[in-house]
């Protein structure tokens, strides 16, 4: 079933992000929303389905699962691969014919997890004060 909430399960499970850090609840920037549209819109909807179903019908580990149900399937591996990167760079990797690569959207760039595991922020844009390259950067803690 295509909700957001089995989207942002399906996504916490691929990117090792916990579903509220992907989704708050005060989510200002609706960024798990425009990865869902993306998906949805981009997707052909039996293959949609054919993800969903696989994922909630898992049993036992779920990371276990995913990886040899979803990950190691031709089809659906190359989706959640998608899905993967749509989540650390914010962009779109066009899957089927016609598609085109693009940046989903300035927010999604901005908030791509690349950013936060490599403890820098996007070009052209930081939320430092006037002066914070004069430090060093901090490193995120590896989980």
């Known amino acids: 079933m295509n909700t957001i909430e089995n989207f942002i399960n399906l996504s916490a499970v691929l990117t090792g992000y916990e579903a509220i850090e992907l989704k708050p609840k005060n989510d200002t920037q609706q960024v798990a929303q425009k990865y869902f549209d993306t998906l949805t819109k981009n997707t052909p909807v039996d293959v949609l389905n054919d993800l969903y179903n696989t994922f909630l019908n898992i049993k036992g ?12 399937d031709a089809t659906l591996g190359q989706l ?4 993967i990167q749509m989540w650390y760079t914010g962009i779109w990797y066009g899957l089927y014919p016609g598609q085109m690569d693009y940046v989903i959207s300035s927010t999604a760039y901005t ?28 490193m995120p803690v590896i989980k």
């Open 61 to 72: 580990d779920i990371t276990d699962g995913v990886l040899k149900q979803i990950l190691q």
């Open 111 to 138: 908030n791509g997890l690349v950013w936060k595991e490599m403890g820098a922020h996007p070009m052209g844009f930081s939320e430092g004060n006037f002066g914070y390259w004069a430090d060093a950067p901090q």
């Open 80 to 83: 959640a691969r998608n899905i």
